[in-house]
């Protein structure tokens, strides 16, 4: 790539920047401070959060100095949204929260090459100033018929509920962040969602206004499907980074799901593959695309890259004993617990029939249509084939004590749970 900012395009990685051709100069003059902040507005960082850090590692790597914030101060505020009021979080909660999600960023960020990351909370330099301060020295920099024209400001003015003073503050805490690693760090690029235009934006008009430099801003797009849809969710449910809250297994196989229609965008943005690396993913996808090989390298690397080698391994390794024939036993407790939580299933005793048994894990729907399955030979327990329909789940059966996998057919599996120690 000609420069950092070139290759941050052709990664898809950029949606709008001040002043580009001034961006331009001062990266390839470099080194730039440039920081992202991450408000801890759930216990983990998610799929969204991820496109930031990757931003700031191709930063790094290009040999500028990074600052990854997280918002112990905007975080008890809170960035409004354009339906409703948040719901404030205790301090408790928010400094537990803070915690979790700094040590998320920085196990992403130190690892890679280039300075050193720098790690900030804003509640350092927001708790000291007082009211009055911030009224003062900070709102009278600020314009409220530009406030209000915010999009969630606009938004939340014209629905009944309105906006509290608190939320419509959120823009002045935001842009004082970046006032503040300005002055103490020489910072003069922020990046963020494009979403977040409006709040990085009004750091930098502030800067100009009370320090008289130009800094700048750089937003990535929002990542959608080929339908449209924002990525990110599965069935409901946020992607998050935190193992306990999307576990390793399950992460891994929402980008191995990933459509062929956007693979090859999610690698550019996702992974550290080259255009060489990429364009022959390509091709393996137009020529076999039933080898899934853009899915599985998109899926190793950004599982490794979150969650370490390992933790890929594990979950390459729980697929194919699910899908592929391979040795469940082989699996840690760990592993398939969180690949058997991915399957449906209920509470099934030892000693009961395996009839009954296909029954309360719901693949088959009465004991008739049981023992027409196995009489077919399509039912295994944990991989081997049932061919008589009186036997019955042995302890020795539930795999770590716990679990038992059914199958019926090729592709239909439950989990047969041991109450109590599944």
């Known amino acids: 790539m000609a420069d950092i900012l070139d290759e941050l395009r052709w990664r898809g990685l950029v949606a709008q920047t001040t002043d580009e051709e001034d961006l331009r100069a001062q990266l390839a003059d470099g080194p730039v401070t440039v920081y992202c902040g991450f408000d801890p507005t759930a216990p983990s960082l998610h799929f969204g959060n991820l496109v930031q850090l990757i931003l700031l590692r191709h930063l790094q790597r290009a040999g500028h100095q990074v600052i990854g914030l997280v918002g112990g101060s905007t975080g008890l505020i809170g960035d409004p949204r354009p339906t409703s009021e948040r719901v404030l979080k205790t301090r408790e909660q928010t ?5 979790r999600i700094a040590a998320q960023v920085r196990r992403i960020l130190s690892d890679e090459e280039g300075p050193a990351p720098i790690f900030v909370n804003n ?7 007082s009211a009055l301060d911030f009224l003062r020295d900070l709102g009278k920099h600020f314009r409220v018929n530009q406030m209000i024209k915010k999009d969630a400001v606009a938004a939340r003015l014209e629905s009944d509920q ?9 823009q002045i805490l935001q842009a004082y962040d970046y006032l ?7 910072c003069t690029l922020q990046t963020g969602a494009q979403d977040q235009w409006g709040n990085i934006t009004a750091g930098t008009d502030l800067v100009h206004r009370v320090e008289g430099a130009s800094v700048h801003a750089l937003t990535t797009p929002l990542i959608t499907d080929s339908q449209g849809r924002k990525f990110g969710k599965s069935e409901g449910n946020a992607v998050w980074l935190d193992p306990e809250m999307t576990s390793p297994y399950a992460f891994h196989q929402y980008w191995l799901g990933v459509e062929d229609a956007s693979v090859i965008t999610l690698l550019r943005i996702f992974t550290d593959r080259g255009p060489s690396q990429i364009e ?7 020529q076999e695309p039933q080898a899934r090989a853009a899915q599985r390298a998109l899926a190793d690397d950004v599982t490794t890259l979150v969650h370490g080698a390992e933790a890929t391994a594990q979950a390459r390794a729980a697929a194919a004993a699910l899908f592929a024939g391979g040795d469940l036993s082989e699996l840690t407790p760990q592993t398939l617990a969180q690949a058997t939580d991915e399957l449906p299933g209920g509470e099934v005793d030892a000693g009961t029939g395996i009839v009954d048994a296909l029954v309360a894990v719901g693949l088959v729907d009465s004991k008739k249509a049981a023992r027409r399955a196995i009489g077919e030979g399509s039912v295994a327990i ?14 020795a059966d539930y795999l770590h004590d716990a679990v038992v996998v059914l199958r019926r057919g090729r592709k239909n599996q439950a989990a047969a749970r041991r109450p109590g120690r599944a």
């Open 123 to 129: 509640l350092d330099w927001t708790a000291p100033l």
């Open 162 to 170: 309105g906006i509290s003073y608190t939320e419509f503050s959120y």
């Open 382 to 395: 944990n991989g081997v084939k049932v061919d008589d329909d009186t036997r019955a789940l042995e302890p």
């Open 280 to 286: 022959e993913l390509e091709r393996s996808l137009a």
């Open 95 to 99: 400094a537990e929260d803070v915690e």
């Open 180 to 186: 503040h690693l300005y002055r103490e760090h020489g």
